[in-house]
């Protein structure tokens, strides 16, 4: 046979493969979740996520040095709120001695080069499980967003490096951004979950902090699974009012949203490698179904190949130590 053009050339060695190979991950792409309780010495592990802890501030404060030590640059707190401390009107949420607060400040205490982004949504403080205010059966947008806007300059004045809005409330990102501004953080940037999509795949993550709505679902505020322009709507707007950085969430099933916003806008996109993704590749390996570390690899490279630029993922450490080793 003769052949003009052998694409197999290509792929022969390990040396030829990693030398033409497009995508590659590093230690840099990562922002490693944290979910953070109160009281000492406590590591849980979240039943549906095997190895994967909420720990007390304490604890946190080590994985955190741990996570710097291995070359992982960026966290993204996630509190669990007392029973006691919830209600409709997210007043814990800037309790300037909350546990986020005290988190915040702790963790740049003990690793000042880390960078700290934080969780901005009412949920784990909503005593009905939701990222808003509720009345009468309805999340409202406009107050939400000022409760919103509060939140976010108390964790400002605790020392979060971005804020990150979860919530999909309309026009909170350019109210966190003028709220930033006039209360002087000028420096504080916000990374918007811009496309955040109504997702099934998010049930172990409420299972973590204790947060799955207590009514109906968040279909009125996340978008809706079978829509693709409505992203792009979302991420321009978002832009537009001031975001640093686009989030685009869940991200395995949607990876062409990823390629999409990646090619329509000219900041930072990151993905967020969610809980259920976690899960099913867990599940999935105890099972003896698939191999763990192979999968861990072959899922974050293809978040990347996507497009995203930054990768939050509870995968973080293992993908690290699978890349350094
Ligand atoms: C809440 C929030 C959620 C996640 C991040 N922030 C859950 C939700 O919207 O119900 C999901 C993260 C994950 O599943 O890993 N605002």
Request: hydrophobic share 45%.
């Amino acid at each position: 046979m003769y052949l003009q053009r052998r694409n197999r050339i290509l792929r022969q060695s390990p040396a030829i493969r990693s030398l033409v190979a497009e995508t590659a991950l590093s230690p840099n792409d990562f922002i490693a979740p944290l979910f953070i309780d109160e009281g000492e010495n406590i590591a849980f592990e979240i039943p549906s996520m095997p190895n994967y802890y909420r720990r007390s501030l304490d604890l946190t404060v080590k994985e955190v040095e741990e996570l710097w030590s291995m070359g992982i640059k960026s966290v993204l707190l996630f509190i669990k709120a007392k029973d006691e401390v919830k209600d409709n009107t997210g007043l814990e949420a800037w309790n300037p001695d909350g546990l986020m607060q005290r988190s915040i400040k702790a963790i740049k205490n003990a690793v000042p080069g880390m960078l700290v982004m934080t969780d901005v949504a009412l949920d784990p403080y909503s005593s009905y499980g939701h990222d808003g205010i509720v009345t009468d059966g309805e999340i409202v947008n406009d107050e939400t967003v000022e409760a919103l806007v509060k939140m976010s300059i108390s964790h400002a004045v605790a020392g979060a490096d971005m804020v990150a809005p979860s919530d999909m409330m309309d026009g909170r990102i350019g109210a966190i951004r003028g709220g930033l501004e006039k209360s002087g953080f000028t420096k504080t940037g916000i990374m918007a979950y811009s496309a955040k999509y109504a997702s099934c795949f998010y049930g172990p993550f409420r299972d973590a902090l204790d947060s799955a709505p207590g009514f109906g679902d968040k279909k009125t505020y996340q978008m809706d699974y079978a829509n693709r322009k409505e992203a792009i709507k979302e991420t321009l707007m978002d832009i537009e009012e001031g975001a640093d950085i686009v989030m685009v969430k869940p991200a395995l099933a949607y990876l062409d949203i990823i390629r999409e916003v990646k090619d329509a806008v000219d900041v930072p996109v990151s993905a967020y490698n969610i809980s259920g993704e976690y899960a099913m590749v867990k599940a999935a390996a105890k099972m003896g179904w698939l191999n763990e570390d192979k999968a861990i690899l072959e899922i974050l490279t293809a978040i990347k190949r996507a497009g995203a630029d930054l990768i939050a993922t509870y995968f973080a450490k293992d993908a690290v130590k699978l890349l350094t080793q």
